[in-house]
T-cell receptor, first 111, second 113 residues
């Protein structure tokens, strides 16, 4: 089983739609969770961290479910500029700063 | 403030050739990383460094060497390139006090024929 698993997509949604991605992780001792965004042929950039209580940043909401070992990203009112690949990232082992990256979920927003 | 830069952006090598990829950061970050990204796979850590003069192996270190002689630079070397090393290579850095946000360079696309 992969340490971090994501549905590769693509998710094709119209502008204004709400879309959600899930990501599962295998190690229950994982400490920290993030969503990175990667545009086509560009470098990954941190989108947001994911906290146990859930967190929101504008149109983006991230949630963590430790019991089921998954994190989610919800994007409301999708924009064309949201088209990208969203990488689920986990700090897999306690007391280490090494990050484990998922393969990414591709989102395509169309007019 | 350029952030993280990588040289070169593209390179084509023949099997057996050697090359060095250069990563430079101007943010005074202590930690630096080299990853490779292949289709259908997540970013995989090759080597990393927690400070000047120190390096450590990551998940896929075979066939690569690294050096961190200066705090701002992290070099990745391929001594004898193989087609399996065709990939996009990303360098990243971070502050010691911020464990989780890594800042990535624009990547180097390497093809080994």
């Amino acid at each position: 089983r992969k340490e971090v698993e994501q549905d590769p997509g693509p998710f094709n949604v119209p502008e204004g739609a709400t879309v959600a991605f899930n990501c599962t992780y295998s190690n229950s001792a994982s400490q920290s969770f993030f969503w990175y965004r990667q545009d086509c042929r560009k470098e990954p950039k941190l989108l947001m961290s994911v906290y146990s209580s859930g967190n929101e940043d504008g149109r983006f909401t991230a949630q963590l479910n430790r019991a089921s070992q998954y994190i989610s990203l919800l994007i409301r009112d999708s924009k064309l500029s949201d088209s990208a690949t969203y990488l689920c990232v986990v700090n897999m082992r306690p007391n280490t700063d090494k990050l484990i990256f998922g393969t990414g979920t591709r989102l395509q927003v169309f007019p | 403030n350029a952030g993280v830069t990588q040289t070169p952006k593209f390179r084509v090598l023949k099997t057996g050739q050697s090359m060095t990829l250069l990563c430079a950061q101007d943010m005074n970050h202590e930690y630096m990383y080299w990853y490779r990204q292949d289709p259908g796979m997540g970013l995989r850590l090759i080597h990393y460094s927690v400070g000047e003069g120190t390096t450590a192996k990551g998940e896929v270190p075979d066939g690569y060497n690294v050096s961190r002689l200066k705090k701002q630079n992290f070099l990745l070397g391929l001594e004898s390139a193989a087609p399996s090393q065709t990939s996009v290579y990303f360098c990243a850095s971070r502050k010691a006090t911020d464990p989780y946000e890594q800042y990535f360079g624009p990547g180097t696309r390497l093809t080994v024929t």
